[in-house]
């Protein structure tokens, strides 16, 4: 039997608003344990909280950028549950008027083409605090530092309909969040996580099935491993004839699956009343239009203006706008070089490849950005030779070496001196009489040995076209 799967996103971003959401404490990750907290967010008696601004303009700003609709008249609601990193007891939140609403991100479907992928509503809460698992000492130990820290929770409708289809979304929403500037989305930090909502139909119906959640997972590797276990988890249920528990799971990615951990809560569960100890909201037309026209460009409108004035490939310029860190190196870059097309291929070549191989994210890249355009205008004037720059370039990404400095330094100027440049030819062909036989004898493979050991002689300081050159004037 045929099943489809149907897939909703809960997505939770921390804002990287410089204090927390209702107090002025720092957001800054990491610090010793319960250093970044006070009175107001671990939940004293008689405290009052005060609204962090920036929060309201972010997530204006978050509606703006994914199609939604601005709500002028908001607040802030109260939803009541007990668990030990929330001290008060409960979460302020935003359940009845959220701050967007109605929005949409575009996606590639699975089955070709694009897709809207609906955004039921944005609203802003507090983030609970950390709970820490020490096995050695066999207890659970309190962290209340990201207690109060700003979150957006944004959520979609369940357009989803394969593990592809969601890694997709949420690159495209981790990008427009960095773009915009309200996230720097550092899922191995927390800042970018997603609770998955997922059930599975007979192919064709239109009722869903029973739904699961699966919470809190921090990266797209296993977010996708998760998507496709609960799916294999479910059908296999519904095929030997079991029912879908409606229910909160927990996904093991080192184990590569999931367990439950509570049955699933409604609404009504949280005895929601509206928050008393904060005001409404009222957001003016001239503050959201002030908001819009301060929107940088977007990601997909600059991959089109890429591809049109620039002629850049589809693939290459995808690749490039989904990541801001990406497109700021590739915009300096082209800058310097004055060449875009040469900048995108050595981003697509030599520091994606490097990117792979040290398993680094294009936010955690050290290097100067200026570095990159320096390489390819030294090339481009035949200052050094490809495989020079590929080095150069390594140890600019490795060590963050000033480029022009470190080919004085290190001798690695492409050689100028004809004279000297014959007097090396000329001894590697005295020394590989044979090769020399061979190509006078007609097979023209033999030269390609005897350029390769010119070039490895001169160290690939001369130029591969100038080397064949001074081998044909001496061979022929």
Known sequence: MDYEVVIGLEVHTE???????????????????????????????????????????YAIRTGLATNCKITQYNKFDRKNYFY?????????????????????????????????????????????????????????????????????????????????????????????????GVSDCKMQEGSLRADVNLSVRKKGANEYGTRTEMKNINSFKAIKRAIEGE?????????????????????????GESYAMRSKEDAQDYKYFPEPDIPPIEISDEKIEQIKNALPELPEKKKQRYMEEMNLPEYDTGIITNSIHLVRLFERTAEICGNPK????????????????????????????????????????????????????????????????????????????????????????ADNPKSVEEYKSGKEKAIQFLIGQSMRALKGQAPAQEVTKILHEILD
């Open 15 to 57: 804002l990287s608003t410089k204090t927390k959401i209702f107090c002025g404490c720092t957001t800054e990750f990491g610090g010793e344990p319960n250093t970044h907290v006070c009175e107001i967010c671990s939940g004293m008696p008689g405290t009052l909280p005060v609204v962090n601004k920036s929060v309201i303009e």
């Open 84 to 180: 030990p990193d929330l001290p008060k007891a409960y979460q302020v939140s935003q359940l009845y008027l959220p701050i967007c609403q109605n929005g949409f991100v575009e996606i590639n479907a699975s089955e070709g083409g694009k897709k809207k992928v609906r955004i039921h509503e944005i609203h802003m809460e507090e983030d609970a605090g950390k709970l820490v698992h020490d096995d050695f000492e066999d207890c659970t130990l309190v962290d209340y530092n990201r207690c109060g820290v700003p979150l957006l929770e944004i959520v979609s409708e369940p357009d989803m309909s394969s593990a592809d289809e969601v890694i997709d979304y949420l690159e495209k929403l981790k990008a427009i969040l960095q773009y915009i």
């Open 231 to 255: 799916t294999e988890r479910q059908i296999d249920l519904l095929e030997s004839g079991e029912k879908v528990v409606q229910e909160t799971r927990r996904w093991d990615d080192s184990k």
């Open 342 to 429: 040469d900048a995108a291929n050595w981003i697509m070549g030599e520091l994606m490849k490097m990117l792979n191989d040290t398993q680094t994210l294009p936010e955690d890249m050290k290097f100067n950005q200026d570095s990159l355009g320096k390489i390819i205008v030294m090339l481009n004037e035949n200052k050094i030779s490809r495989n020079t720059a590929k080095k150069v370039f390594e140890k600019v990404f490795s060590e963050d070496v000033e480029p022009e400095k470190y080919v004085k330094e290190n001798n690695l100027e492409v050689m100028t001196d004809t004279g000297a440049i014959k007097g090396i030819i000329e001894k590697v062909v």
